[in-house]
C-alpha cells in the first residue's frame, strides 16, 4: 500500500497531496505508486498501490490475494508554468478469468 502525506502551503497551490511508496515497497527497482481500477462493471477502485514504473498490459498482478490481468498503463500529465508535468499513474485491470473469457470471445468474434 502506497503512503499519502497532505502538506499546506502559502502561495498558489495551497495544499499539495504527496503519495509517496513506503520504503519496504521500494527496494533497488524503482517503485511509483498507481492508481488502481478493476474495470469490469461496475468499475470498481482498488486504491493506490507501489508497482515497478515498467509496468505493461498484459502483466499480471497480485492485489489483497486476487489475481489480475493488468489491461491499460495510462500516465496523465499537467501543463504546469509552460512544462509538462506527472500527475497521475493509472492501471487498468481485470480478473484474469474475465481477461482470457473477452480473448476468447474476441477470437470467436473474428472468426465467425
Known sequence: M???SLNLRTGP???L???CCRKK???????D???VIEITPPPKNLGVRCFPSNM?????????????????VTHRYQL???KYEPSEKRLDVLSTARYVLNIYLDNLLEQS
Do not use: F, H, W
Not at 505493461?56 to 491499460?72: F, K, L, P
Open 2 to 4: 502506497a503512503m499519502v
Open 13 to 15: 497551490n495551497p495544499k
Open 17 to 19: 497531496l504527496q503519495v
Open 25 to 31: 515497497e521500494r527496494s533497488r527497482d524503482n517503485y
Open 33 to 35: 505508486p498507481y492508481k
Open 56 to 72: 505493461q498490459c498484459g502483466e499480471i498482478v497480485t492485489i489483497e490475494s486476487q489475481t489480475y490481468t493488468i489491461s491499460a
Open 80 to 82: 504546469r508554468k509552460g
